[in-house]
Every structure is written in C-alpha cells, then in structure tokens.
C-alpha cells in the first residue's frame, strides 16, 4: 500500500541524493503508515507531517501517531516542517 511498494521511488530518490522523505495522506493507519515504514526500511530519514494525515478511524489515526511514527521518524506539523526546511535552505 505504501509509496515504495512496487515502484522505483527509492531509485528515483537515491538517484537525486534524497535523503529526507516528508510523508502525508488520507489513510494514516495505511498508505500513511506504510509509506513511512518502507522509507524507513530504505534508510531514508522520515517525517511525518502530523495535521496532513486523516484516516477514517480516529482510533487507527491516533495509534499511528502515537505508537508507530514515534518509533520511525519525526514528526511536527506543516508549518513547524516548512520553517525547518526554510532555515535548512538558507544556511546552505
């Protein structure tokens, strides 16, 4: 379900010296949180922007982000996770 799976998004990315993935969706307890887990298992650093998730079970949303994404990345929301990369960018 996730991302990675099937696809050549881990080349592609590698290819282009990716080495951060910032991860969204609307079906946190799936393709959300199996996205995640293949980056992580490729090795990417993970992030995972917390108020550009949903899902339709609040329970399975809620056990997402309080025991699977803490174990596997970052996490903030998307203004905290623009700021980061905006002063990332002007420091380099």
Do not use: C, M
């Not at 990716?18 to 490729?42: C, D, H, K, L, N």
Request: without cysteine; hydrophobic residues 35%.
């Amino acid at each position: 379900w996730g991302a990675f799976a099937t696809t050549d998004l881990e080349r592609q990315l590698k290819a282009r010296g990716v080495t951060q993935v910032v991860v969204t969706g609307v079906a946190t307890s799936g393709g959300v949180e199996a996205t995640a887990r293949q980056a992580y298992e490729q090795g990417f650093n993970v992030t995972i922007a917390l108020d550009a998730t949903t899902d339709l079970r609040a329970d399975a949303h809620q056990y997402s982000i309080r025991t699977v994404f803490p174990r596997i990345g970052e996490t903030g929301s998307t203004e905290e996770i623009i700021s980061l990369l905006e002063r990332r960018s002007s420091t380099s």
